[in-house]
Nanobody, 119 residues
Framework: QVQLVESGGGLVQAGGSLTLACAAS????????MGWHRQAPGKQRELVAF???????NYADSAKGRFTISIDTAKNTVYLQMKSLEPGDTAVYYC?????????????WGQGTQVTVSS
């Protein structure tokens, strides 16, 4: 089993920045991918970005140019730096992890951290 604990959410004004972190613990030795999804009120959960343990990152169009995902494989921790935040980025952000380089095959999910962007 793998446990994921997110941190770093909060309230920020439009145009501001936040950095989320997600630390994985437990049986992490075969984990190959970590990523972030988000879910806004009344909307479906959507992919934000994911990264494999070789450091290859992929982003949803909404995140390109504003968000940066990175990973510290020694600490099994993934980060999401978010800049130029907009009210539309308001959502619960969920960390996930899996064994394949495919965010939709993620096996483990965190509890989520709230990000609120005020206008």
């Amino acid at each position: 089993q793998v446990q994921l604990v997110e941190s770093g959410g909060g309230l920020v004004q439009a145009g501001g920045s936040l950095t989320l972190a997600c630390a994985a613990s437990g049986s992490t030795f075969s984990i190959n991918m970590m990523g972030w999804h988000r879910q806004a009120p009344g909307k479906q959960r959507e992919l934000v970005a994911f990264i494999n343990y070789a450091g290859r990152a992929n982003y949803a169009d909404s995140a390109k140019g504003r968000f940066t995902i990175s990973i510290d494989t020694a600490k099994n921790t993934v980060y999401l730096q978010m800049k130029s935040l907009e009210p539309g980025d308001t959502a619960v952000y969920y960390c996930n992890a899996g064994y394949h380089d495919d965010p939709y095959s993620a096996v483990y999910w965190g509890q989520g951290t709230q990000v609120t962007v005020s206008s």
